[in-house]
Every structure is written in C-alpha cells, then in structure tokens.
RNA sequence: CGGGAUGUAGCGCAGGUGGUAGCGCGCGUGGUUCGGGACCACGAGGCCGCAGGUUCGAAUCCUGUCAUUCCGACCA
C-alpha cells in the first residue's frame, strides 16, 4: 500500500481492473479453487482457515450472550417450507430441490435448505411450552444453497457456509433487544477482530428479509465503493409464530404467540477481507484473523546456523501462542517474500547471516512494509507489539476510508450526479415510499442500504421526490 | 434469466486460410545461487471442455451442450 513498486506480476492491479484483481488475489493466496459444480466452490486450507478463525471468535462471543449451538437436517420438506407466505416467496425462486431418494421418486420433494427458520420453527414449536422454556437461544454453524444466477467466489455462491442463530422470547421487547444485541456483536467483531469498519441501520421494507418485521444490517465499504452486506440480524415479531404454531403458556396461565429473531453472517467475510484490506501484492489480513501470523524466512539457508536459528525463532513463536510457520524451501528470498505476501501472512522475519552475526532479525510489516530491527532475545514481544500495532493501524485506514466516502445530497440531481461519481455511500433524506427506492435504483442501480441508528436532518425532503421526509437513509451501489 | 468474452499440459497463453500440438512459468533430478519472484543442464506432462455433424483427415469449419468470467436483474 505504502509501496507502490509492484513485485508481482500475475496479480492485475486493483487500478487497473478491480474485479480482476479480486480473482487473481483469490486465486494467488489459494484461498479457494473452482469446483466441478456450477456456483460451487473448494475453500482451500488459507481459506478455510480464516473461516475457521471467524468461527472459533464469533462462536464464543455468541455463548458470551447465552447461545447454544444445535445442527439442523438439510433438507426441508416442501410443505414445512411454505408456512409461512412472505418466506417462501422470498426464497422459492433460488432452492434446489431433491425429488428422489436412490431411484424412487420421493413423495414430497425436500428442499435444501437456503436458511433454516422453518426447521427451527417446527422444533421450537414441540419444545416450547411455557414461559419457563424462554428464551431458546439456539444457533448453528451449516452450508446452505441458493440456486444463483451468477456467483463469485466467496461474495455469492451456490452453496456458502454461514451460521444462523434462531431465538425464541416471550415478548416482542426481548425479541428486538436480542435482534439488536445480536448486531452489535457482528459490528464489535467486525471492528475488533477483522478491522473493518461498519455502518449499521435497518433495513427498508423493501430489502428486508422475507417473513421479517424487521431487518438490521451491518454494511462494510468495498474500495470499488461498493456497499458490501455483510451480517444481518432480523426480528420476526410473532409472524412465524403464528404460521407454526409456536405458543407458550404465560405466568397468567395465558395462551401466548412467541417472538423470534434470527441472525446470519457468512463466508462473504472473507470477501469483505480481501477486498478491504488487500493490495497489489495480495491478501493482506489483520493479525487476528490471520491464518498464519508470523513467517520466518532464512536467508542464505546454507550458511552456517542460519536455518537453526529460524527454526529456533519458529519455534519460539509458536510456544508463544502465536500463528507461525517457516518457509525453508529452497526458493530464493524474493520468492518466499512475494509468497508470504500474496498469502496475507502478517508479519514476516527475515534472519540470514548478517542478522546472525549482529544478534538481531528483520520483522516487516504485511501492511506497510514497514521494517523493524529486533534483537534475538526480544522477537516475541516485538512481535506482539507489532501485530498490535498493525491491527489497529489496519482499522484506522479501512474506517478513515469509510468516513472519506460517506457523502450526502439533498436534492436528486446532486444525488444522481454523486452516486455516479463519487463511490460510496451517499446520505440522502427519504420520505418512507418504495416508489422512491425504486426509481432511484432503476436510474442509478443504488439501493437503500440502510437507515443508520445515527439519525441525522440534513434536509426536510425527500431526495428522491422532495416531499417531506421522514428519515435519514444511507444509498448505495451493492454487491 | 438476458447480453458479451473465454475453454488447448498444474497455471498463463500461441496455433485458427483443416494434415494429428507448441511457448513461458511451474513440476522432477543434479549442480551453482540466496537481503524483493536467481541460473544452467537433463527430463516428465495434453486423444486441444464435452457430444454430435461436415471431411480421406478437425484443436481449427458447423450445431448443440457444459463450465468459467465480465455486465445487468435476484440474493448473505
């Protein structure tokens, strides 16, 4: 970023074409492979594993807030799935469907799930009785399907892994505040472990979830500026409820409908990743989500010592709790950086002959390449200090970005003019009509994205039709 | 689902006026190298996406199909 020199060649710059440069880093840091299956993809092990560092820090901030994890079958009975009418709507266009079971044709067709509600909601509705059984905080780790039109990897794909968290409460208050707890919790992690800055609302009711009352969303900021969607927490109210039949019996031994919220965050993150925090060398990944923190590359690995004491440093970091590996190979330095590089490693240590006669390593920053000389007794603190410093670092660009690229109109010729030109998220007051959302979006292709909890006047009308207004909405163009 | 582009070795590409396949990188072995993708030598690897058709003969021409990719509509 700090260096524009350009080390690799088979990574198209993201001036030059951004969406390529978003495939060809996918490709270079073998994040992931294309599959035989339409829309499909193989997450190779770089990838899998910042998944699985999603998963390991999310999944104890979701049991911090009482959650319990569970797994769901995958398959859907059709009739199960049309309880509820908005649901089905919304999701029937994009399910697979499965209609034999070896050769027999089935006798109802099951779908594969493209989310979950309907199985939580046939479970919740056995297992909930009585007041005491709220809340039911239940949430799972799965793939679901849905039949795409057109994929990329890891922004949309057929089928992608996520999680879903479905809760069950006796009030439509307990319901929102979990709904909205559950939001923070995406944007805290967002902010504190993968150093991407959100913007969070609520959704129009026009790009809610299908069977939702309500929908919060957590919007990141791509350098293309484009919006990027990337966790959304929903309220259902009492409406699946009653389409399942989800009841409980009250301290007043009242008959009451139960209230629901559901929650999803996917491997779309990883795409909010890459882009946001990737350069022209490749992937470049906060500390904390990095699958391999730390590289310890030898130099002149023949010489004498040389690759003992990077296997010496290896092994020193990893007692020390910190993601390391060696690159030993006899590639040729250059080699190793580029790779380490492209890979998204955070830190590398170069340690050759010289550095062994002065009693001191090279540690270079993946961010800035910012190098820094450091004694042999003092490598794990430096270390630690360093992948600190890179990680907030890292917050601070992606949010003054962020905050670069916010804009606002009051008018709509100011609008269209600054959706066209300036990317980004452009705020615009809105007078609460779809009609408006949906000619902005025919004429512009931005959509609503959100309305902030930050509300804010910056004009009496609507930008769009210039009667009054009614709330503040942030517009964008979408992934 | 509409419009465009592309499918030839692991990757990137050439060959396209029909005559049975080539380059670079990578890979293997040996050697010299090593502080920003080093070099030499030898070697392995492809019935040209798939299915039909035209032809004595198809990577090449025709039809279909599948996949990838880009641009729209739909979505996390």
């Known amino acids: 970023m700090a260096n524009n020199k350009k080390f690799v060649e088979e990574i198209t710059s993201r001036e030059e074409d951004f969406t390529q440069w978003y495939t060809d880093v996918v490709k270079k840091a073998e994040l992931m492979s294309y599959s035989s299956v339409k829309g499909c993809m193989v997450i190779k092990p770089n990838g899998y594993a910042i998944w699985e560092n999603i998963q390991k820090d999310l999944d104890k901030r979701f049991k911090e807030t009482g959650v319990e994890n569970v797994y ?6 059709e009739s199960l ?22 050769e027999e044709e089935l006798q109802e067709r099951l779908c594969v799930r493209p989310t979950s509600e309907t199985l ?11 007041y005491r059984d709220l809340p039911k905080c239940y949430n799972q780790w799965c793939s679901v399907v849905r039949w795409e039109k057109t994929t990329r990897p ?21 319901a929102e505040a979990r709904t909205i707890q559950m939001l923070d919790v995406y944007v805290k992690f967002a902010k504190e472990v993968l150093a991407i800055p959100m913007v969070k609302g609520q959704k129009t009711d026009k790009e809610k979830f299908a069977g939702a009352e309500a929908t919060y969303t957590m919007e990141a900021l791509m350098p293309d500026g484009k919006a990027l969607q990337s966790g959304t927490s929903h309220n259902f109210g009492d409406g699946f409820a009653k389409a399942f039949g989800i009841q409980y019996t009250d301290k007043n031994n009242k008959l009451q409908y139960a209230y629901q919220t559901s929650w999803g965050l996917s491997t779309r993150l990883i ?11 490749g992937l470049c990944l906060p500390p904390k989500i990095a699958p391999v923190q730390v590289c310890v590359i030898p130099i002149q690995q023949k ?7 990077a296997g010496e440093i290896y092994e020193e970091l990893k007692a020390a709790g910190i993601r390391a590996s060696i690159d030993d190979s006899d590639k040729s330095p250059g080699w190793k950086f580029s790779e380490a590089e492209m890979r998204g490693i955070s830190l590398r240590i170069e340690i050759g002959p010289k550095d062994l006669q002065a009693g001191k390593c090279v540690i270079v920053r993946r961010d800035n390449r910012d190098k820094t000389e450091c004694g042999l007794d003092e490598i794990v603190e430096t270390v630690n200090l360093l992948m600190n410093n890179m990680q907030t670092d890292m917050y601070d660009r992606a949010k003054e970005y962020l905050d670069s690229h916010i804009d606002s109109a009051t008018n709509y010729g100011e609008f269209v003019d600054k959706i066209n030109k300036n990317p980004g998220f452009i705020k615009g007051m809105w007078c609460g009509d779809v009609a408006c959302e949906e000619k902005i979006k025919e004429e512009t292709t931005a959509t609503s ?6 509300q804010e006047k910056i004009a009496d009308t609507c930008v769009c039709c210039g009667k009054p207004a009614k709330k503040l909405v942030y517009w964008g163009k979408a992934y």
């Open 120 to 130: 939580f909601c046939d479970l919740y509705k056995d297992i909930i009785h009585s």
């Open 72 to 77: 769901m079958p995958m398959f859907i009975p």
């Open 154 to 174: 890891f922004l949309r794909s057929s089928e992608f892994l996520w999680q879903e968290g479905h809760t069950v409460h006796a009030t439509y208050e307990d």
């Open 271 to 281: 795409g909010a990743l890459i882009m946001v925090h990737g350069d022209d060398a």
């Open 303 to 309: 010489k004498e010592g040389v690759l003992d004491k």
């Open 81 to 102: 799935l049309q309880k509820e009418k908005d649901h089905v709507e919304g999701f029937a266009p994009e399910v697979a469907w499965v209609t034999h079971g070896g």
């Open 449 to 454: 994205r959100c309305i902030p909890f930050e």
